[in-house]
């Protein structure tokens, strides 16, 4: 493991998302998820099974996929970069893709709330994958990352030490809830 890798795994547990959502993005990071690829590798998904990705059935359903290279997938994350004002190219792995959230954050009280945001988006895609093959209920990209900004202001008011933050306030600007 290189000290990249150690940051970001010392940062997830310090995270201020929930305790059973800082125990997912850890196995997340891990690659221990039970993606479609995961489960075939250790045969608990029939040779006959699709692999494919639930959300766009363009590529099978990896962790690396599922989370940052799906077409749905990146255009949430590209809403929620463009809600935060960040501007990066999505990135090849979830430990980079991490860093790049985590590295240029000069405010603490921002950086534990775009980790937060980060935490969530992650948590709310996991979910929306699961809903959509155990409930056949399937959302798009846009309600996805209102899920996430909802999502994320309960927790960052709850959970942050920051002022209090209206939620057309938190869709609006962010940063102005964060600032410390």
Same mark, same amino acid.
């Given at each position: 493991?290189?000290?990249?890798?150690?940051?970001?795994?010392?940062?997830?547990?310090?995270?201020?998302?929930?305790?059973?959502?800082?125990?997912?993005?850890?196995? *997340?990071?891990?690659?221990?998820?039970?993606?479609?690829?995961?489960?075939?590798?250790?045969?608990?998904?029939?040779?006959?099974?699709?692999?494919?990705?639930?959300?766009?059935?363009?590529?099978?359903?990896?962790?690396?996929?599922?989370?940052?290279?799906?077409?749905?997938?990146?255009?949430?994350?590209?809403?929620?970069?463009?809600?935060?004002?960040?501007?990066?190219?999505?990135?090849?792995?979830?430990?980079?893709?991490?860093?790049?959230?985590?590295?240029?954050?000069?405010?603490?009280?921002?950086?534990?709330?775009?980790?937060?945001?980060?935490?969530?988006?992650?948590?709310?895609?996991?979910?929306?994958?699961?809903?959509?093959?155990?409930?056949?209920?399937?959302?798009?990209?846009?309600?996805?990352?209102?899920?996430?900004?909802?999502?994320?202001?309960?927790?960052?008011?709850?959970?942050?030490?920051?002022?209090?933050?209206?939620?057309?306030?938190?869709?609006?600007?962010?940063?102005?809830? *964060?600032?410390?």
């Amino acid at each position: 493991m290189n000290r990249d890798e150690e940051v970001i795994f010392q940062e997830n547990w310090r995270g201020k998302a929930p305790g059973k959502v800082l125990a997912f993005s850890w196995t *997340l990071l891990l690659d221990r998820i039970p993606t479609r690829v995961n489960l075939h590798k250790i045969r608990l998904m029939g040779m006959e099974d699709s692999k494919r990705c639930v959300f766009c059935d363009g590529e099978d359903e990896s962790t690396v996929h599922l989370f940052l290279h799906c077409d749905i997938i990146s255009k949430v994350w590209r809403e929620v970069m463009r809600w935060l004002n960040f501007n990066f190219i999505n990135p090849p792995n979830l430990f980079i893709h991490a860093l790049c959230w985590m590295r240029g954050v000069r405010s603490k009280l921002f950086r534990r709330g775009v980790w937060l945001i980060w935490h969530a988006v992650v948590w709310v895609v996991w979910k929306s994958r699961n809903n959509w093959i155990f409930n056949n209920h399937i959302i798009g990209a846009e309600e996805m990352v209102d899920q996430i900004k909802v999502l994320s202001w309960h927790w960052s008011l709850a959970r942050l030490n920051m002022a209090s933050c209206l939620f057309y306030e938190w869709c609006w600007n962010p940063h102005y809830c *964060l600032r410390g």
